[in-house]
């Protein structure tokens, strides 16, 4: 065992629901095993700040059900540099700071790196993100919950569309990853999902409505990752409706609604699991990595290689789209 007597955890970048049911984990794990725990409110910046206080197990009390961060969340521009990241460091010590656990996503993560190289600290990550963008594990805290709030979105407008025999494209997140589009327009039987891993053809998507529109099928939902390379769901309307003049067409764009909400049961027991594993891996001796869950087993990976790959999309799921939609 690594002598590990104070840990602190910081959320930073994007938020998403399980962020609580994580802290709650690394909180109640570290006190029953004797380690004060430091929760540093806005991430990065916050340790700049020296925002900074130690946690009981009564601040986690009824916070496993709610969305968001108790400990807030910042993306800090200070701390990418030099000057930045010798402030956070000095409040570390201040602190008598011994180990970090650092939930968020590839950016979280990055900024690691480049913090210990500089300084040496044990820490652990825990995947915080609802792109399910990083590689070392099967999923990642949010994603779940995202997918469900987009799928019961899409099914509202569904019924809606098909009421008004309209067209409808829904626009979800996913700036550089398209999982919560394949998976949300999977499960709603989205006729298209237009995703970054895929480069969109448009004379396609025309083509797939004409055809549509010939047999006579009222109804049509799109959903598009935002990232998707033709510049996202409204820009795609606009082609369809100079195709398709007489088409009643419409553009929805979800936005943040992914982020918010309580978290489903998947992403609560997945946040809870690597919270005890986190602090558990520091007590061992383990450090500069990210817990996941692959083939329900914990794993660890190190910062420097979740950061450089990206969980493949399975060609399957790639095919599907085109199987399904017909």
């Given at each position: 065992m690594n002598d590990i007597s104070n840990i602190g955890i910081l959320t930073s970048?994007?938020?998403?629901?399980?962020?609580?049911?994580?802290i709650r984990a690394v909180v109640r794990t570290g006190i029953y095993h004797g380690i004060d725990i430091?929760?540093?409110r806005h991430g990065y910046q916050g340790m700049i700040d020296g925002d900074i206080f130690?946690?009981?197990?009564?601040?986690v009390s009824n916070i496993i059900q709610r969305g968001g961060t108790i400990l807030k969340t910042a993306r800090s521009k200070e701390f990418m540099t030099a000057e930045g990241m010798e402030k956070a460091y000095k409040e570390l010590q201040k602190h008598n700071i011994t180990a970090l656990v650092l939930i968020g996503g590839d950016g979280t993560f990055r900024g690691a790196v480049d913090f210990f190289e500089r300084y040496t600290i044990p820490a652990v990550g825990i995947p915080g993100t609802i792109d399910k963008d990083l590689s070392g594990t099967d999923f990642t805290i949010g994603f779940d919950t995202a997918v469900n709030t987009a799928m019961e979105a899409i099914d509202k407008i569904r019924d809606t569309a098909e009421a008004h025999d309209r067209l409808f494209i829904v626009e979800v997140m996913g700036r550089d990853a398209g999982y919560i589009a394949l998976n949300s327009g999977i499960s709603c039987g989205a006729e298209d999902i237009l995703i970054p891993e895929q480069v969109t053809n448009m004379d396609n998507v025309l083509?797939?409505?004409?055809?549509d529109e010939r047999r006579k099928k009222t109804v049509h939902i799109i959903v598009v990752a935002e990232g998707e390379g033709l510049s996202g769901g409204r820009d795609i309307g606009e082609s369809i409706r100079n195709r398709f003049p007489l088409l009643d067409v419409r553009t929805c764009v979800l936005g943040h609604i992914q982020r918010g909400g309580s978290p489903s049961y998947a992403d609560r027991v997945l946040a809870s699991r690597l919270g005890y594993a986190a602090v558990n891996a520091l007590r061992s001796g383990v450090t500069q990595v990210m817990a996941g869950i692959v083939n329900d087993k914990v794993v660890f990976t190190p910062f420097s290689n979740v950061i450089k790959g990206v969980s493949p999309m399975e060609p399957d799921m790639l095919d599907m789209i085109r199987v399904l939609s017909t």
């Open positions: 970048g994007g938020d998403s629901p399980g962020m609580n049911a994580a430091y929760g540093v130690k946690m009981q197990t009564t601040d083509d797939k409505i004409a055809s």
